[in-house]
């Protein structure tokens, strides 16, 4: 059977949910009928062809063929058939209609002309996420203990704990297209407002304990601005400020009606469909049995917690704490997977989570932690530096304060025009051992650490090829000649040839793709006087970052830039702000792993799978093509054949759009498909 019809009143209704605090009834159950229906009788190889409008009747319930560009060419060709029944209808005034006709008059309620015609434009298709709700459902009862518990601390309804559905299906390692990340999907910008750190190494964003309290007072905050839940609910995913204008234009806080007769721009149909997805959630979660007769709540999930007092790699905690890096990766989803590819250390300070122990162990395992000794074969790597735009070995050099021969021969180096912005450069700690350079008929390379002798020598040959004269006319942080480039090539084939490298026995890091890379980024940092410099704004960058960065309060930002607390800043804004010499490296390390992490995070959970072209419209807005396409702005920025994208469109322009592909069989999205 093709089709079913939503009565308006559910027969059964939870007494839980009786609560006026979360209406569900009169317009509002059909789209809480719908969503029902796509949670649990449609699965991700199926979906229900319908109108967007009247959520009332569904179409069609189509399977899908294998393959994505089967399923489009199948949903386009089912849509068209719908389309023609439609115009067939209205061209024969709903007279001698045939059988299908007939069918599709009997699902609508209206049988007006202009209620067909509307259909005409509102056709949709959704994905059915029986499978993927079921999956959530499961891994929902892992912390549901605890954010349960963290809700009634913050006096919130019980409701609440089932919004991870709607956002991640509970997957805890979910990250969307845009960037939001961990069961409550936070940006970055919003985590930083409610105290959740994003380094790295670490992204607390995906933490489930402290991303749950966070995600309790950005509902409590909603709650106390609008005085209403649905709006309060529908403010997580359209934003606070976006509903008090709905609310003002239209001088209610009913949902159904803001539903029904608000026209905000941004309030498409995912925002319109929020509430009713998460009553949905809410009806299913309070009651699973009733929808999955084979369901049986799954073991309690249980874990201990332990402190890391110092800085450890994540071979020490495998180790030192007894369990598989596996099981380290899933009892902490925060930690990033760029640790466990590279000999970087975690912070300290920081808790980890293992499977649940006696006391007594927890007590016998911190013991071990705190007493372990790092081998100092482990501290070869102080950190990793990521290239910025017109940076060169020497600039770096300096900025770590070692030498340009050690870098070049800890990174293993033979050509500097490899460098590009983006690259990963490992900055030796002081028990690295690196090669020296010595000609090349020696053959064999020395590994030891060489003597201060030893540098001295390597350094006075790099000098020739690094004259200070060069050096005092290039500005600061700017970009070098490009004969020093190819100076230094000249240098290290004059000593190795142009096959041969130095060969050093040391924990390799892989070196980024040219897929990963800060190229399209300006991150150029202009001297204006002093310690005053001015930058420009980049892409989810918040005055917030910039001062946390910088090191500087956020206030003297504002103060230096003459801006109000209520003041925002946008992508390439000039900015000044104060950077002491001492702070210099911090600032241009954390900004460049902030914006490469986030390409990292992306493609390790999509691929870009060829493009399409998008001609500017009248009306059209670059935020609004970015929504629609939903896809960060760094994305289309480095699609462009410039890697260039100004926020001023013109009516003919042409973007680039890519095609993005989710990876693995269960991909981070939103429950709203488009």
């Known amino acids: 059977m093709y089709m079913r019809i939503f009565i308006l009143c559910q027969l059964f209704i939870s007494s839980t949910l009786a609560s006026s605090e979360f209406p569900s009834s009169g317009t509002l159950r059909p789209r809480i009928d719908f969503w029902k229906t796509v949670y649990t009788e449609v699965t991700s190889d199926q979906g229900l062809l319908h109108d967007q409008n009247d959520m009332s009747f569904y179409y069609k319930k189509i399977d899908l063929p294998q393959g994505r560009r089967n399923r489009i060419r199948l949903i386009r060709a089912e849509k068209k058939e719908i389309a023609s029944l439609i115009r067939s209808i209205l061209k024969k005034d709903f007279k001698n209609l045939t059988p299908e006709e007939l069918r599709i008059v009997g699902l609508v309620e209206e049988k007006t002309a202009a209620k067909f015609r509307s259909l005409l434009r509102g056709m949709r298709f959704q994905t059915g996420l029986k499978d993927r709700y079921y999956r959530g459902l499961i891994r929902s009862y892992k912390y549901m203990d605890f954010i349960v518990a963290t809700f009634k601390n913050y006096q919130l309804p019980e409701e609440l704990v089932f919004l991870p559905h709607v956002e991640s299906s509970f997957n805890y390692e979910a990250y969307s297209k845009v960037g939001a990340a961990g069961i409550w999907q936070f940006m970055r910008a919003t985590a930083r ?21 966070a995600a309790a007072k950005l509902l409590k905050r909603n709650y106390e601005k609008l005085g209403s839940w649905p709006l309060a609910l529908t403010a997580y995913n359209h934003g606070a400020r976006s509903m008090q204008r709905a609310v003002a234009k239209l001088g209610t806080k009913d949902m159904a009606t803001i539903i ?33 007769p084979t369901f049986k709540k799954p073991a309690k999930f249980e874990y201990s917690m332990i402190q890391l007092n110092k800085s450890f790699q994540i071979k020490h905690l495998t180790k030192s704490l007894e369990v598989t890096r596996k099981t380290l990766k899933e009892y902490n989803p925060s930690i990033r997977n760029i640790a466990y590819r590279t000999p970087l250390f975690l912070p300290k300070g920081i808790i980890i989570k293992v499977p649940k122990v006696s006391p007594e162990k927890v007590t016998q395992l911190q013991s071990q932690l705190d007493t372990l000794k790092i081998p100092k074969s482990d501290l070869a790597l102080d950190k990793i530096h990521i290239v910025s735009r017109g940076e060169s070995l020497f ?5 770590y304060r070692t030498e340009v021969s050690k870098i070049i021969q800890f990174n293993q180096i033979t050509d500097p025009r490899l460098i590009y912005p983006g690259m990963k450069i490992k900055i030796p700690g002081k028990e690295a051992k690196v090669a020296v350079i010595v000609p090349p008929k020696l053959k064999e390379v020395v590994e030891k650490k ?37 100076r230094f090539k000249d240098y290290f084939n004059s000593l190795f040839g142009k096959k041969e490298s130095p060969k050093i026995i040391i924990a390799d890091i892989p070196q980024p793709t040219s897929l990963l890379n800060l190229s399209s980024y300006d991150l150029d940092i202009t001297v204006v006087s002093g310690d005053i410099y001015e930058i420009s704004v980049e892409t989810e960058e918040t005055l917030g970052h910039l001062a946390e960065w910088a090191k500087a309060p956020t206030q003297l930002l504002r103060d230096m830039n003459g801006m109000g607390r209520s003041s925002s800043i946008q992508i390439g804004q000039k900015i000044k702000l104060r950077i002491l010499p001492e702070h210099m490296e911090n600032f241009k390390t954390e900004r460049n792993e902030y914006h490469l992490s986030i390409q990292e995070d992306f493609y390790e959970k999509f691929s870009v799978e060829g493009e399409e072209k998008y001609t500017v419209k009248a009306g059209d807005t670059l935020t609004q093509i970015l929504e629609n396409y939903n896809l960060p702005y760094w994305l289309v920025r480095k699609s462009q054949s410039d890697q260039k994208l100004s926020p001023k469109l013109n009516i003919g322009d042409e973007i680039i759009i890519p095609k993005t592909l989710a990876k693995g069989d269960e991909p981070p999205t939103e429950a709203l498909e488009n």
Do not use: C, H
Not at 395 to 399: A, E, G, V
């Open 395 to 399: 600039t770096i050099s300096r900025l």
């Open 193 to 213: 407002n409610f105290g959740l750190k994003v380094s790295y190494i670490i992204d607390e964003r995906r933490d489930p304990l402290k991303a749950t309290v």
């Open 450 to 486: 060489p003597t201060k002798t030893e540098i001295a020598a390597s350094e006075k040959a790099l000098e020739k090829i690094v004259s200070p004269v060069e050096i005092k006319e290039v500005p600061r942080f700017k970009p070098k000649p490009k004969s020093y480039t190819q």
């Open 260 to 292: 029904e007769k608000y026209d905000g721009r941004r309030f498409g149909f995912a925002s319109k469909n929020f509430y009713a997805t998460f009553m949905a959630t809410v009806e299913i979660s309070q009651n699973p049995e009733r929808y999955f």
